[in-house]
């Protein structure tokens, strides 16, 4: 496979669940990206990783968890969510964090909150 | 985080009609960038323009750099339904180190 892929594309959640999304990138990319997409809403940033250190310190619930085990792969842990946080949880990567030629994005997460 | 404000928010079109929009932020940028979106997919990168003035093209999709730096342009010719979808722009401060700030998307509907 190659680009960038997020599992699952489609979750969704109670608001006492706990639940992680996956991405994976094959491009050899040194820094990952997490954003929400929300409807009507520019894409909001989330998470920066670059070679797996995190990089970025947006105000973001504690609810949300990410973790970067290796340069490949990038997680976002789910836990007692609210039903605003319903949204499409996109992760990109590019080649170095700050790279001016932009980002690869994998195709979302949607995630519904009940 | 800076605004980026793309206008129009949305555009019905009919297939063969030639399509401008444009995204404005009031803070300076040294790259622009035109992603575009199909329904349930993640953004795919068109265009990217490092200069101010600077023109470039991909097919039948030219973009602009704002004389101003401040300002960029998306024009697709002849539509066709495929290029239904949201085009978002996204802007840099500086080359290196900083993130992109996204536009809200301008939504483009073709009719057959």
């Known amino acids: 496979e190659t680009g960038v892929t997020q599992t699952p594309r489609h979750l969704v959640m109670g608001m006492t669940n706990k639940k992680s999304l996956k991405c994976e990138q094959h491009l050899g990319h040194n820094a990952m990206y997490w954003y929400k997409q929300s409807a009507k809403k520019p894409l909001e940033l989330m998470f920066v990783?670059?070679?797996?250190?995190?990089?970025e310190n947006n105000s973001v619930p504690s609810r949300f968890s990410p973790e970067c085990p290796n340069s490949s792969h990038l997680f976002l842990h789910l836990h007692t969510l609210q039903p605003e946080d319903s949204a499409l949880y996109l992760c990109?990567?590019?080649?170095?964090?700050?790279?001016?030629?932009?980002?690869?994005f994998g195709s979302g997460t949607r995630l519904t909150v009940v | 985080g800076q605004q980026l404000n793309q206008s129009p928010q949305s555009m019905f079109i009919q297939e063969g009609e030639d399509v401008s929009m444009n995204c404005t932020s009031s803070s300076i940028f040294n790259t622009w960038l035109w992603y575009k979106q199909d329904p349930g997919e993640g953004p795919v990168l068109l265009i990217a323009l490092y200069k101010a003035g600077e023109l470039t093209s991909n097919g039948r999709l030219t973009a602009q750099f704002g004389i101003t730096r401040k300002d960029s342009f998306l024009n697709i010719s002849a539509s066709i339904p495929s290029d239904v979808g949201i085009y978002f722009c996204?802007?840099?401060?500086?080359?290196?180190?900083?993130?992109?700030?996204f536009g809200t998307g301008t939504s483009l509907t073709v009719i057959p």
């Open positions: 990109a990567s590019s080649q170095e964090f700050g790279a001016n030629y932009g980002y690869t």
């Open positions: 990783y670059s070679l797996e250190e995190r990089v």
């Open positions: 996204a802007g840099q401060q500086s080359g290196t180190g900083n993130q992109f700030y």
